[in-house]
């Protein structure tokens, strides 16, 4: 079954060449980066050692870009972020899509059009927007990427950074994170179906285009992932942009859509669905194996916030000055969403500034041992050893002892505090409310 001849656009041809090359090394770049973090949350660590491995080769020339050309600095090679390493690599890809293109274009400049190549490369492409919404639905659909953390309720909205007001905005109602994550998981599934890419690429072009929107004004260090995914989704809905245009702004019959199949015969195009449609969900299946596990995370023993009634350090009593950068002003025990310790325990001061960190909790010893301080927003962590004793003198209490703590002997009595009373968990959903406008 040989394709009819036909003559692409001149426009066309080259932006077809372009899109080839440069969403084609972003796939590969992205593959690269999630089937590690995929294979680790399965306990599986083989797959780093190639990932790193590649990094070790392409950073030298990344980092001559971002401090020559750029005039960045690349502190590390974090990727599926906004860092320096990322920027520069994402730019060099444009240049090296762009060089490809040139070359492409004047060797091949007689060619009218790409039938087999483009109906290849839309299956790839497919399959890299369906991973990337799968992965990033699934961390809403099941709660995990934007958790609604106690620190969130004792923390001056002043100290909040706008990635954090958004975070918790969207932590704090896990119904509209589902669902958000549920268009996602949608949007993944229809690109898996050659016959419903038209409705896939547009409806992650919608998720995409409220992602980078919020990622722009929130400053979320996600800008750079965002918005390639919407151009990848706009890529791959370019060739019914006519359609969409007759069905939306007129009454005309849209035009028909020439596909090209895989393969010449009918049974090799039947497996290749078969196989496109199993690769996907077997991967969606491994993401989801992965964000469930993490949202089984044990709630640490302690789990809650504690309000500091007496605080002492080497027998004396310290009163409750807010100039007093010694004296605990609160202590929040929560679950270790972003880290790999079994609890994260927060020390708020008088003055509201947080100290976090991770440890472990033993019940039988009544020890908690802080190995980290963690980073605010970056996660970063700073190895640290102070070993608390806690024990309860009766219901709602709590007494944590520390024989150095910032160099001091420390001893402090709490009353627990009910999170639900506060005044953002306290109030439940309500058809009908008489009270006053309160924000």
Request: proline share 6%.
């Amino acid at each position: 079954m040989g394709a009819p001849e036909e003559r692409w656009h001149p426009l066309t041809r080259i932006g077809f060449r372009f899109g080839f090359c440069y969403f084609g090394l972003f796939g590969l770049a992205g593959v690269l980066g999630l089937i590690p973090i995929l294979l680790a949350g399965m306990g599986v660590d083989a797959g780093w050692a190639s990932v790193l491995g590649v990094l070790h080769w392409v950073r030298p020339p990344i980092e001559w870009t971002a401090s020559h050309v750029l005039g960045l600095r690349v502190v590390s090679t974090q990727v599926g972020s906004d860092s320096a390493f990322q920027w520069a690599a994402l730019f060099l890809m444009v240049v090296v899509a762009g060089l490809a293109t040139a070359v492409w274009s004047v060797l091949d400049r007689r060619r009218g059009w790409y039938p087999r190549l483009f109906a290849w490369s839309r299956v790839y492409l497919r399959l890299v927007l369906a991973l990337a919404m799968f992965y990033f639905g699934m961390a809403k659909a099941i709660p995990t990427q934007m958790p609604f953390v106690l620190n969130r309720l004792v923390e001056p909205y002043g100290n909040f950074s706008p990635e954090g007001v958004l975070w918790s905005q969207v932590g704090v109602s896990q119904p509209y994170e589902i669902a958000l994550g549920a268009a996602e998981l949608l949007a993944g599934l229809l690109l898996l179906v050659p016959r419903a890419t038209a409705a896939g690429a547009l409806l992650c072009a919608v998720d995409m285009t409220q992602v980078f929107l919020l990622n722009m004004t929130y400053d979320i260090r996600l800008k750079t992932v965002s918005s390639q995914f919407l151009l990848l989704s706009l890529f791959l809905l370019a060739p019914y942009a006519r359609r969409l245009f007759a069905v939306l702004f007129t009454d005309r019959v849209p035009p028909a859509i020439r596909s090209v199949p895989l393969f010449e015969s009918l049974r090799a195009n039947r497996i290749a669905l078969v196989a496109q449609v199993v690769v996907g969900l077997l991967l969606l299946a491994v993401i989801g194996v992965q964000s469930w596990r993490q949202w089984q995370t044990p709630t640490p023993e302690l789990y809650g916030i504690y309000r500091v009634d007496g605080f002492s350090s080497e027998g004396y009593a310290r009163d409750p000055l807010l100039t007093d950068e010694l004296r605990w002003r609160r202590v929040v025990v929560d679950r270790p969403f972003h880290v790999s310790d079994p609890l994260v325990l927060t020390i708020q001061h008088m003055d509201d500034s947080f100290e976090i960190y991770g440890g472990t909790i033993d019940p039988r010893k009544h020890h908690i041992d802080l190995a980290h301080r963690i980073a605010l927003g970056t996660y970063a962590e700073t190895p640290v050893r102070v070993r608390l004793t806690y024990w309860w003198p009766g219901p709602g209490r709590l007494v944590i002892d520390a024989d150095d703590y910032a160099g001091h002997r420390i001893h402090a009595w709490f009353t627990q505090l009910d999170p639900k009373s506060f005044p953002l968990l306290e109030r439940g959903f309500s058809w009908v409310r008489e009270e006053p406008y309160n924000r």
